[in-house]
């Protein structure tokens, strides 16, 4: 199974809004609700933001958001902090009963 | 916080079978409603989902890696396990063990801190 795309890096002033896009085909993004989002700062483990394509687990800021529009699903992050700074990771339940994950998007806060 | 901790061997020879096991803290790994997974990300790179694995027993890999996985769980110990057969250096990588919601398992909702394991003679 091929990863989902995203692009390889984004960048943005804090206070911006930034948008990361994890695109895949009718076998996973758009098959299900189920698309989700983690962020993962340097030798840590990967933090789960978004769920079910754009709903945020308790605790998380309501700075970030998902959506989805055909076979691309979006993570936004509004109002950045120099914390948001990471790699973000997509990933999808797929029909074949397995999980795909996007390449990652390294996000820059200038 | 469902506490999820792999434990194992650091260094495995190559050729020989990667073991990696997680203790599940809190919560029960036979209560179902989750999949116990196993995810790992080669150095610098992205993540890779190896398989998860159901208390009843079903087990689902991923196609790459099919041929070389297993997974199990021991409900008595509240563990999950990883068996990877006949490593190469390319199976070097951090291995995290997660939680995946049944009822969305588009992802993990909880990981554990991730072990290294290098594959080195």
């Known amino acids: 199974q091929s990863a989902l795309t995203q692009p390889a890096s984004v960048s943005g002033s804090p206070g911006q809004s930034i948008t990361i896009s994890c695109t895949g085909t009718?076998?996973?993004?758009?098959?299900?609700?189920?698309v989700y989002w983690y962020q993962q700062h340097p030798g840590k483990a990967p933090q789960l933001m978004i769920f079910?394509?754009?709903k945020r687990p308790s605790g998380v800021s309501n700075r970030f958001s998902g959506s989805r529009s055909g076979n691309t699903a979006s993570l936004t992050i509004s109002g950045l902090l120099t914390e948001d700074e990471a790699d973000y990771y997509c990933?999808?339940?797929?029909?074949?009963?397995?999980?795909?994950f996007g390449g990652g998007t390294k996000l820059t806060v200038l | 916080q469902v506490p999820l901790q792999e434990s194992g061997p650091g260094l495995v020879k190559p050729s020989q079978t990667l073991s990696l096991t997680c203790t599940v803290s809190?919560?029960?790994?036979?209560?179902?409603?989750?999949?116990w997974s196993w995810i790992r990300q080669h150095p610098g790179k992205g993540l890779e989902w190896i398989g998860n694995?159901?208390?009843?027993?079903?087990?689902y890999y991923n196609p790459s890696l099919k041929s070389r996985v297993t997974l199990s769980i021991d409900a008595s110990k509240n563990q999950f396990s990883l068996k990877l057969t006949s490593v190469t250096a390319a199976d070097t990588a951090v291995y995290y063990c997660a939680r995946v919601p049944s009822s969305g398992p588009g992802g993990a909702d909880y990981w554990g801190q991730g072990t290294l394991v290098t594959v080195s003679p």
């Open positions: 694995s159901f208390h009843s027993g079903s087990t």
């Open positions: 809190r919560g029960f790994v036979n209560s179902g409603g989750y999949y």
């Open positions: 990933s999808s339940y797929t029909t074949s009963a397995t999980l795909i």
């Open positions: 009718t076998n996973d993004i758009s098959a299900y609700d189920y």
């Open positions: 079910d394509v754009n």
